[in-house]
């Protein structure tokens, strides 16, 4: 079956995916040592107050209770965070935020350890706090941190504005509001520290394990050769296992190091919810034109993101969120002002999309809103707009090679969505609508980033044939794994069964910065070919003088090495086999990094990414007005991919992305009150199930080559960014009203078409 | 706290012995005492589905399961369903479609599509229905789907 499959662009099995139907995966759960020690958190319940004291007395004479500390017995400096460290591991004075780390716990048994954090005392003075991003910018309002709560401004200055401004015959005002959304990964954060006295392994369920090396350094104020991270199976992530494992891991290794035994740190699910980072919360506003044959004039936009209460990653999410403000549409004239805002709530960090989907919704709605406007419809008016080779000047100014493949991707959207004929329903959802959205997608870091877009590769030929390969990006479920297997075979010509890809380990490839910005396989994979380059160095004369060639003439293809006329050739691991016999060196390493860009941080234009995806998703909904209930029947999904490494994952990102990104639209809502969740759980938090799903096509376009290993671009966030915006605008087409507020619970759609409801007051 | 007490039942159809206290959850029992990890824990309040075991061929949530009301019934977990090397076909049909990705939800999905087809729920509403409790964030079911498709169609086949 997988040997009459061509590996590239086919299905064959996923390399990971017989142990994790057999149970025999083990994640940092299923993982435990001798005289381990379980850890928990002493956590403050409120956002905003001054410490005055913590009182340990009742915790440490709990029964099992190995070890408690507080901010003193770090060894090392208290502060992590990966761009700014404003984050100390154990609060000092100041508490933020709701989950603040006041003292933390090791004990014999989870239970014992949690029970001994629970008897833990604060006495706290409360603070004002601020809970609103745009009130937060105000002046007079509490300070988070310093002097100011704006944390950082983006901005695109690009073509003339005054006279567009105001002669636009077509201009349409609205304010969006977008909501922050949880992970959800199945997995809740884990890891294992093993310490060794001056040095120390952290098993971590995670994206980033150099992220977190350089923090558990830090703490321990050890070198960073000390510290050894590897990255255990990780049970989903989706930008929530890219910075805030370090947090954890910090702890964990905190707590190993002081009582020289292994300690594991699993969080329970409502502790995850309730504390890790999350999706930014948006304020979009928009001002934009056209002319009345539907052509965009301008475009002004000013978004603000709560970044809660320390920085994180928000200044390369509102990076990207900035250069993605108008979608993949020409826009002669465009302002963008993308300002951070610091408050009280829960600190917000990486999720799929890195603040483009936000931008997204709104540009997107703003798309349909001209289109009504205007009496054109949604799909012509995008026509009209579209990027195009000839017209291929990006948000920032960025000139697209051709083929630019929007229009591509919409058109076949379209007809595989007019293809899907609606079911006999509930007749209560009544009303039906259509919504089409595009996205336009940088694959690997933003040029501000641009210092971690690298990786590693190790590639280790086995005296049997058979290779070992690790990269430095890691595999959370999206198939790292698998597409390196599949890119290392087909540069070897040999079959993906004998390639086994193991996961990071931050003592056996370089630092190969964070797996995100839809670049695991771009990056790694292209840093493996370069890997096997070098490889086939020492590798290609041996096979040349088996076959009595010129090593240039070699081949590799079919499980053989071949002379290029296709007269002889000598099966792979015979080579393998002789190389092992004359001790030549079989293990290579790579390197990738992204090329150099030109970009201006204060005009915002220039070249912020390398290569770009685009993505057309057009969703058919079916609505219940009066329970304001939304079903999505039907995604069509068309994907500007360069190249399809392994078909049924890169379909699987597609289907899951459409499926994650309808669960922020519908009914993902984070109710917060004054920094703390009040629905840490799924039954409050309702993520998609089974009985949610709609039906999904998905097309790749494969016309348009990209930078990644044999052309392949990136397709994890460009999978989800399109859904949540197509969703709204078919939800407001089916009701005929404008919807400026997601998620799109039923309380905000029975408002929007009944403003006097008097069931919902004190919605907002 | 009361003591403990010994249940016998048969687990993946071996009958084992425990002496298990009274508050003790069966994915505890399952994933502690008898070494099993394969059955995981996502939220512990029976909302997720990834502890879903089968129980006299019923799915069941196994954190929200005494390990004390299970004398002397019978629990199948993931570690079960394989024959020696022989895969359950479920199991080869999930690797075929690509219904497994990060995994971690994958073996309570299993448990609960096995008992969809040994109970013989064809009718793909239902079975939407049925597998709400299996909560994924990765794939979006439709490979899941289509596995439990296939391996209703190989299963049959192999009955014929
Ligand atoms: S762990 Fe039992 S339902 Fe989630
Ligand atoms: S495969 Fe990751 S949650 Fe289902």
Redesign the interface.
């Known amino acids: 079956m997988s040997e009459s499959q061509p590996p590239l662009g086919g299905?064959h099995?996923?390399l990971?995916?017989?142990?994790?139907?057999?149970?025999?995966?083990?994640?940092v759960?299923?993982l435990s040592l001798p005289g381990m020690l379980h850890a928990a958190v002493a956590m403050s319940t409120t956002a905003s107050a001054r410490v005055r004291s913590i009182d340990l007395s009742a915790a440490q004479d709990m029964p099992e209770v190995e070890a408690i500390l507080t901010a003193k017995d770090i060894p090392g400096t208290n502060l992590i965070g990966v761009i700014f460290p404003d984050q100390p591991l154990l609060v000092e004075d100041r508490i933020r935020m709701v989950g603040d780390r006041l003292a933390l716990v090791a004990a014999r048994t989870p239970e014992a350890a949690w029970r001994a954090a629970g008897a833990i005392r604060s006495n706290v003075e409360p603070l004002p706090g601020v809970f609103d991003p745009i009130a937060a910018l105000d002046d007079g309002s509490p300070l988070v941190h310093g002097t100011s709560n704006l944390l950082h401004t983006y901005r695109v200055i690009r073509g003339e504005h005054e006279e567009t401004s105001s002669e636009a015959p077509v201009i349409v005002e609205a304010e969006y509001h977008i909501g922050g959304q949880e992970?959800?990964?199945?997995?809740?954060q884990a890891c294992l520290a093993i310490p060794e006295r001056d040095r120390i392994t952290v098993v971590a369920s995670c994206q980033c394990p150099f992220y977190i090396q350089r923090a558990v350094a830090r703490i321990l104020a050890l070198p960073l050769a000390a510290i050894r991270i590897e990255q255990a199976?990780?049970?989903?992530?989706?930008g929530g296992k890219e910075d805030y494992p370090s947090e954890p891991a910090a702890c964990a290794a905190l707590l190993a190091h002081h009582t020289g035994r292994p300690v594991r740190f699993l969080y329970?699910?409502?502790l995850d919810l309730q504390v890790t980072t999350k999706r930014h919360a948006m304020v979009v506003r928009h001002r934009w034109g056209a002319d009345s044959d539907g052509r965009l004039l301008f475009a002004e936009v000013d978004a603000v993101l709560d970044a809660g209460a320390y920085a994180g990653l928000s200044t390369v999410v509102a990076e990207r969120a900035n250069v993605s403000a108008i979608g993949p549409y020409d826009v002669p004239v465009v302002r963008v002002e993308t300002r951070i805002a610091l408050t009280n709530n829960l600190f917000a960090g990486a999720y799929r999309g890195f603040g483009a989907p936000q931008v997204s919704v709104a540009a997107e709605a703003t798309m349909d809103r001209l289109a009504r406007k205007l009496n054109i419809d949604p799909v012509e008016f995008r026509r009209r707009n579209l990027l195009t080779n000839r017209k291929a000047k990006t948000c920032t100014g960025q000139v697209l090679p051709a083929p630019v493949l929007a229009e591509a991707c919409l058109e076949r959207a379209v007809e595989a969505s007019q293809l899907f004929v609606a079911g006999d329903r509930n007749p209560s959802f009544r009303k039906r609508g259509t919504g089409v959205a595009m996205c336009l997608y940088g694959i690997n870091l933003h040029r501000g980033g641009q210092f971690l877009d690298r990786s590693s590769a190790v590639v280790i030929l086995q005296p049997d044939g058979s290779v070992i390969v690790r990269v430095g990006l890691t595999e959370?479920?999206?198939?790292n794994l698998t597409a390196i297997q599949t890119v290392t075979a087909a540069a070897l010509g040999i079959d993906p069964e004998q390639v086994q890809v193991w996961q990071p380990d931050t003592t056996t490839v370089a630092d190969s910065g964070p797996t995100v910005a839809s670049r695991g396989l771009h990056t790694s994979g292209r840093a493996v070919l370069d890997a096997i380059r070098h490889l086939r160095e020492r590798l290609d004369p041996v096979a040349a003088d088996l076959l009595g060639c010129d090593p240039r003439a070699v081949e590799l293809a079919g499980n053989e090495a071949r002379v290029a006329d296709g007269k002889s050739s000598i099966p792979f691991p015979k080579v393998a086999e002789e190389m092992a016999a004359r001790r030549i060196e079989s293990i290579s390493t790579g390197w990738y990094r992204s090329e150099p860009r030109e970009f201006d941080e204060e005009t915002g234009l220039g070249n912020p990414y390398s290569s770009y995806a685009i993505a057309c998703h057009v969703a058919k909904v079916a609505v219940d007005p009066d329970l304001g209930l939304v079903r999505v029947e039907h995604v069509a999904a068309a994907h500007d991919v360069g190249r399809v490494i392994h078909r049924?994952?890169a379909?699987?990102q597609v289907?899951?992305?459409?499926?994650?990104a309808m669960g922020w639209a519908l009914t993902e809502e984070l109710k917060l009150d004054k920094g703390r969740l009040l629905n840490p759980?799924?039954?409050d938090y309702l993520?998609?199930?089974?009985?949610d799903?709609p039906e999904?096509s998905v097309t790749f376009l494969e016309d348009a080559p990209g930078r990644g290993p044999f052309g392949a671009k990136g397709l994890g966030e460009p999978s989800f960014i399109p859904a949540a915006a197509a969703i709204r605008n078919a939800v407001c087409d089916a009701l005929e009203v404008e919807i400026d507020r997601l998620p799109l619970t039923p309380p905000t759609v029975v408002l929007a078409t009944d403003p006097e409801q008097p069931f919902l007051h004190g919605l907002p | 706290m009361s003591e403990s007490s010994s249940i016998t039942f048969r687990l993946n159809g071996r009958t084992r012995t425990f002496n298990v206290p009274p508050g003790r959850r069966l994915l505890d029992l399952i994933r502690e005492e008898a070494g099993m990890t394969g059955t995981k824990e996502g939220c512990g309040a029976g909302e997720c589905g990834a502890c879903t075991v089968l129980l006299d061929g019923r799915p069941v949530p196994s954190c929200l399961i005494f390990a004390v009301s299970c004398d002397g019934q019978e629990i199948t977990t993931i570690e079960g369903l394989a024959t020696g090397a022989v895969l359950h076909p479920i199991q080869e049909a999930m690797i075929h479609t690509g219904g497994v990705q990060c995994g971690f939800c994958t073996p309570g999905v299993v448990m609960t599509s096995v008992a969809l087809l040994e109970h013989s729920v064809t009718d793909p509403d239902e079975r939407k229905r049925r597998l709400a409790g299996n909560l994924c964030r990765c794939t979006g079911y439709v490979k899941i789907f289509d596995a439990i498709e296939k391996a209703e169609q190989s299963s049959g086949e192999d009955h014929v």
């Open positions: 299905s099995k996923r990971d995916a017989e142990a994790k139907i057999t149970g025999q995966t083990r994640y759960g299923d992970h959800a990964y199945l997995e809740p199976p990780t049970g989903g992530a989706f329970h699910r409502e959370m479920g999206q198939g049924s994952a379909e699987g289907e899951g992305g459409i499926v994650q759980g799924f039954t993520i998609p199930t089974s009985d799903v999904i």
